[in-house]
Structures are given as C-alpha cells and as structure tokens.
C-alpha cells in the first residue's frame, strides 16, 4: 500500500483544516488506518484511527477528541481528517498508516504501511 496525505497549512488559532489520505497498491479495505503526529523535538504520538468498515469505530487521542473527526470513503480510497477547533499545540508533522491488524491500535510498531508527512502549522 502506498500513501499520499495532503491538506496541510497554515491556519489561525481556533481554525479547521481537513487532511486526506489517499492509498493505493493493495486493497485499501483491508486495512484499518491511523493519523499520527510528530512535532519538533517531540516523539511521534498516536491521533486517530479508523477500522476497515469505517463508520463508528474509531479511536482517538484524549488530546483531539472531540476537536477532530476521522473517516474514510472505501470507494475513493481516501481516510479524512477534519481538524476544527486547533492550537497551537496542534503544530507538527501529521502522518497517515495503515495497519492489517484486525482490530484498530494506536500502536505505531502495529502499522504496517507509512505515507509521507504534511505539515501542519496552527498560529496567529
């Protein structure tokens, strides 16, 4: 599986943005996907996850819960995250994976495929 996460910037305290993540190669069904984050001088943290089916089962760091949304169309082979509400603490290298655990994990050691950071910055 290959992936490509797109959709970061700049934007203001409070802002939104909407990061994508778009796969291809193998069967993007099979497996269930994550959001991490990596900010400067800070180890790579857990953000959200999703299963294969989508839906409701989803999983997300104490930190953005309730803030961001994570979702996915099978049929685009895409994985989405809405961010609303951010901080500056929200700064950092966001990084899709996926995983071909059966269960979702907020592991990063359980993900088997890694895109490309984008870069989000949230400031005044």
């Known amino acids: 599986v290959q992936l490509q996460a797109s959709g970061g910037g700049l934007v203001q305290p409070g802002g939104s943005l909407r990061l994508s993540c778009v796969a291809s190669?193998?069967?993007?069904?099979?497996?269930?996907v994550g959001w991490f984050r990596q900010a400067p001088g800070k180890e790579r943290e857990f953000v959200a996850a999703?299963?294969?089916?989508?839906?409701?089962?989803?999983y997300y760091a104490s930190s953005v819960q309730g803030r961001f949304t994570i979702s996915r169309d099978n049929a685009k082979n895409t994985v989405y995250l809405q961010m609303n509400s951010l901080k500056p603490l929200d700064t950092a290298v966001y990084y899709c994976?996926?995983?071909?655990?059966?269960?979702?994990?907020?592991?990063?050691?359980?993900?088997?495929?890694w895109g490309q950071g984008t870069q989000v910055t949230v400031s005044s």
């Open positions: 994976a996926a995983s071909s655990k059966i269960f979702i994990t907020s592991r990063a050691e359980d993900y088997d495929y």
């Open positions: 190669g193998r069967t993007f069904i099979n497996y269930s």
């Open positions: 999703i299963s294969w089916s989508g839906g409701d089962n989803t």
